[in-house]
């Protein structure tokens, strides 16, 4: 069930339900209890053009936007996958689509669209500093025509199953800058020449089966020409990325939601307890009724989050507020499922522990909800700083 934007986006819907739906239930369950990577599951994403839909046509892509990318990212989720294994593709391309050369796009694009490359990984997080990202202390050093990278990144994924990685790195000190956001850079960072030659890559088992790790630095040479912009930007550009990941993992977040309202309905149906449904006690039903009010809400504030990005409008107030509501709404929506389906929901054949742990993750990362109340009541509040 859907009431708002139902009639828009029917033929990706419907593309990507018919693609998603080879990938059942016990395809994702079975992918979580090896916490193994859906290989196959990405692969067709990619052969079916999905993962290039942010890439203009004279690249390969499809030329869409990201209101459509949410929308992809959407049904995925809303048909039980985890778009957590691919996404970092769609919002990874903003930063490199508006701010990356034109020898950057001619090298990489065309290779990401066709499946060739993935760049599925940005390094931003780092063990010491946290959500206080300006603080970083990993460095990336000109030293001729290439850049040395010494220092530490945490949380970082899809590393193992990416072969570029956007990286923020301070390449002037803190102490020299007048403004804490300057003095930033990115770099693409090719994975496949990094890995063993001066980069190394520790695995951390979480709680949900999401590919990331630990990284160090330790002498990394890259070339100077996979700076992307003009070096101390890249704080500004990685913002752009930002905006467009929160956007994504509302939509996520969204399909998450409306996973589980369906679920918790149809169980809520069919489930006899006292000879009746369970679904016809209003003690059930008000707390479904309310997570489908707060998804359906949610996707609004998306939408409009994606639109004002497609139009290159400031949406950093619309991309947080989205992620905010929609990661509240989809975790409403999973307590509701997990509490009405009763023991059942603990059984991993249902599936609902498994999406419950997986949209629990959003009220954390990419941004923790502390964060994006922090930046309303600052920002757009005009509230005292906090910090
Ligand atoms: C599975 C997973 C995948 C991830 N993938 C990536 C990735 O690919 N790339 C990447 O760069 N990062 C990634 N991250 C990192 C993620 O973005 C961070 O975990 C997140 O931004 C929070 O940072 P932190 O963990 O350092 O928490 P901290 O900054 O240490 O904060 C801890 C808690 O304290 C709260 N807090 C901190 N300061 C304040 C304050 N001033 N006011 C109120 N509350 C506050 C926060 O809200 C949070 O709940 C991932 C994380 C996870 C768990």
Redo the contacts with the bound molecule.
Sequence with gaps: MQTTHSDQFQDIREAVRDLCQQFSGDYFRKIDEARGYPETFVHALTKAGWLAALIPQEYGGSGLGLTEASVIMEEINRAGGNS?ACH?QMYNMGTLLRHGSAQQKDRYLPQIASGDLRLQ?????E?T????TTKIKTTAQRRGDRYVINGQ??????VQHSDLMIL?ARTTPLTDVKRKSEGMSIFIVDLREAIGHGMTVQP?L?M?N?E?NELFFDNLEIPAENLIGEEGQGFKYILDGLNAERTLIAAECIGDGYWFVDKVTAYAKERIVFGRPIGQNQGVQFPIARSFVNVEAASLMRFEAARRFDAHEPCGAQANMAKLLAADASWEAANACLQFHGGFGFACEYDVERKFRETR?YQ????????I??YVAEHILGLPR??
């Design positions: 957590g970092g990984s940005m390094g931003v997080t063990p500093t946290g959500s206080d990144k945490v949380w970082i994924s899809r923020l951390i979480n949900v999401h990331t993750l954390v990362a990419p941004i923790s909800t502390n964060l109340l922090s906090s910090f």
